[in-house]
């Protein structure tokens, strides 16, 4: 069944994380979720038996929980490779407040003029 989903959605642009997170679902693989999304932007951080992955839009982020099989376990040292063989077992949405979409923007800001702000 997502397998048709996918080849539909190739082609498409990167989603919103809004609209992603309806789309993805649990079982997914993470190429299939790659095909929704596109790839992370940085590496996924790992757990035990679990990797998880972000994607964020501004303020905005989607986060993507990857179940790992206890064989792909032997090579913690590889997550790219690792990552590849686990299904989605959870996933959150957080929408920013309107004050945490203020804040990020001026983070931002401050960060392009030399301001470091904690």
């Not at 080849?7 to 994380?17: C, I």
């Not at 299939?32 to 994607?55: D, Q």
């Not at 959870?90 to 203020?102: F, G, N, P, R, S």
Request: hydrophobic residues 40%; negative net charge.
């Amino acid at each position: 069944m997502h397998h048709d989903a996918i080849g539909k959605m190739e082609h498409m642009p990167q989603l919103s994380n809004e609209k992603a997170r309806v789309l993805i679902q649990n079982g997914m693989s993470w190429d299939e979720v790659i095909a929704i999304i596109g790839k992370p932007p940085g590496r996924g951080k790992g757990l035990i038996n679990f990797m998880s992955a972000t994607w964020d839009e501004g303020a905005d982020y989607i986060s993507v929980t990857f179940a790992l099989p206890a064989a792909d376990l032997d090579r913690p040292d590889e997550p790219s490779v690792v990552i590849g063989f686990g299904t989605v077992c959870d996933k959150t949405l957080h929408l920013a407040t309107a004050w945490e979409t203020v804040q990020w923007y001026a983070k931002k800001g401050a960060a392009k003029i030399g301001v470091k702000w904690d």
